[in-house]
């Protein structure tokens, strides 16, 4: 289970704060979940107050007793994604880093409840948290497609879809039922249901089974091959800066700038450098790398 339980809190002195940070395993997490459940709800009042205390005078023992009383708040959140494959400590832990980061940027005079605010920032993390881990390829980054991602089995719920390879009109009810593109349906669609399958995993179950990776095919270069492309390598730099350094400094330069620079300088940058038209910078440029390029053949 990750540190962040641990290290999400604020430094406490209250006993029952300090015991819920050390979680290590299931025991421990059983033990948390009845640590957190026993620290007493904040009234409207008192949260304002400690809220405000923080805000204002950053008083550690106001932001303590805020965060401790929405402790059960990232519990509960948590266990609500529990059937996304990643254990309910990771998830804990991501929703308290959440809930430290609603806490720095919470502001009590706008009027809304810590909770309200801070649910969104202990979402956030645990749905990065479980589109991080879901596969060793990137799940979804956009907007669109973390929604496909969370409601997806929601939305064929509602809709009365069983099936897995989705057909097109099936495809568009769901596009239209979650207000999203249906390319981010079809894609998210096929990653949610293709997980990762590890390339030591036996092919067959049979006694002796070689693994995926032993059946792949060797695509890697020959050694005798590599060699030979980095001594082209070597031998090409070796070319370039010898015959570079011979032309002119101006014609170089301006090489330099427009053929091996990122990004490559514009024409009238150069040209009020150089206090040149756009047009002769351009014709230096060709002559140069005509010159470079003929010099580098000729004695290859």
Known sequence: MKKQIKNALPVAKNTSIVAARGVSDDAGL???IQTVQKIPVLTAEQEYEYATKWAK??????????VASHLRLVVSVAYDFKNYGIPVGDLIA???????????KFDPEKGFRFSTYAMFWIKAEIYETILNNWSIVRIGSSANQKRVFFNLARAKRALGIADNNLTDDQTKQIANYLSVPENDVRRMATRVSARDVSLNAPINSDDGATDILSNMADERTGIEETIE???FRRRGYELLHKHLAA????????L????????????ELLSQKYGISRERVRQIEE????KLKDAILQEA
Request: hydrophobic letters at 35%; glycine letters at 4%.
């Open 30 to 32: 059983a033990q948390y």
């Open 287 to 290: 002559r140069a790398y005509k």
């Open 247 to 254: 032309l002119p400094e101006r014609d170089r330069e301006i």
């Open 57 to 66: 005078d950053q008083d550690k023992v106001a932001a303590e007793k805020l």
């Open 229 to 231: 492309q980095m001594e």
């Open 256 to 267: 330099r700038a427009r053929k091996l620079t990122e990004p490559a300088a514009t024409l």
């Open 94 to 104: 991501s929703g308290n880093m959440g809930l430290m980061q609603a806490l720095q």
